[in-house]
């Protein structure tokens, strides 16, 4: 699979800053949008994972979780966002689609193991899933959300974990 070299801001060990790297996107594939990140909100899971609080981070390690910018390519049989379009990403990049949850529109409970958008592993790639803080991403056009254009981006992009986190409860 053919993959872009971009720049990202990771680090390569717990103990380590963090500093500009380079990482691999693959490029889109039919159901693939390639974002350019224009906003990236911190986290504090960003920040665990950063430092190995959970025990679990592969490094090098690019954290970004709460992801808005502006569609750049999307592949042939995308429907939901165009080029141009304001575009935004959460905490999950995939999931089996197939099982119960994911059926239900509960991807993250899937019951086959759920795909982060960092620190986990890509299912095209095989290598690890790199986060928000880094110039472009590329993610299944089923985890992408689209953004209306009249919004502060900036505002926007801590709705997509720290922003669910406070509204899930409320409604569910
Ligand atoms: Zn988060
Ligand atoms: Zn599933």
């Not at 165009?82 to 099982?99: I, K, M, P, T, Y």
Request: hydrophobic fraction near 35%.
């Amino acid at each position: 699979m053919k993959t872009t070299n971009i720049k990202a801001f990771g680090t390569e060990a717990a103990d380590k800053s963090l500093k500009q790297m380079n990482i691999d996107r693959r490029e889109v594939t039919a159901k693939d949008i390639e974002i350019e990140i224009l906003y990236c909100g911190v986290c504090h899971s960003d920040l665990h994972t950063a430092r190995n609080d959970w025990g679990m981070t592969i490094y090098p390690a690019v954290p970004g979780h709460e992801i808005v910018g502006k569609v750049t390519s999307v592949g042939s049989e995308v429907t939901k966002l165009r080029v141009g379009d304001f575009a935004a990403v959460g905490c999950l990049v995939d999931s089996c689609r197939e099982c119960e949850s994911c059926t239900h529109d509960l991807e993250q409970y899937c019951l086959n193991g759920w795909t982060g958008t960092y620190n986990s592993m890509d299912k095209h790639l095989g290598t690890p899933t790199y986060g928000g803080y880094s110039e472009k991403v590329v993610v299944d056009e089923h985890f992408v959300l689209k953004v209306p254009s009249n919004l502060d981006l900036a505002a926007v992009a801590p709705l997509l974990c720290a922003g669910i986190t406070t509204w899930s409860p409320l409604i569910f």
